[in-house]
């Protein structure tokens, strides 16, 4: 028997992201689509964007990378 959703995290931001919908799951863990601040989308696990372990598509890092790099 599938758990109920225990939260719906659509319109919430963390960070850069924006979430949109829920995503198809993989597995038991549960995704939502997310819209970045640069305009891509990816899909993260809710562990993830709770807990701040993901908080772009991965463009923050890479523009960190630039600066650290041009310092």
């Given at each position: 028997m599938a758990r109920?959703?225990?939260r719906d995290l659509t319109g919430q931001r963390f960070g850069y992201l924006t979430v949109i919908?829920?995503?198809?799951?993989?597995g038991h863990k549960v995704y939502w689509?997310?819209?970045?601040r640069c305009g891509l989308k990816t899909?993260?696990?809710t562990f993830d964007l709770i807990?701040?372990?993901t908080r772009s598509c991965g463009?923050?890092?890479?523009?960190r990378q630039r600066e650290i790099h041009t310092r």
């Amino acid at each position: 028997m599938a758990r109920p959703l225990q939260r719906d995290l659509t319109g919430q931001r963390f960070g850069y992201l924006t979430v949109i919908e829920r995503a198809p799951n993989h597995g038991h863990k549960v995704y939502w689509l997310c819209q970045c601040r640069c305009g891509l989308k990816t899909e993260v696990q809710t562990f993830d964007l709770i807990f701040g372990r993901t908080r772009s598509c991965g463009c923050y890092r890479a523009q960190r990378q630039r600066e650290i790099h041009t310092r």
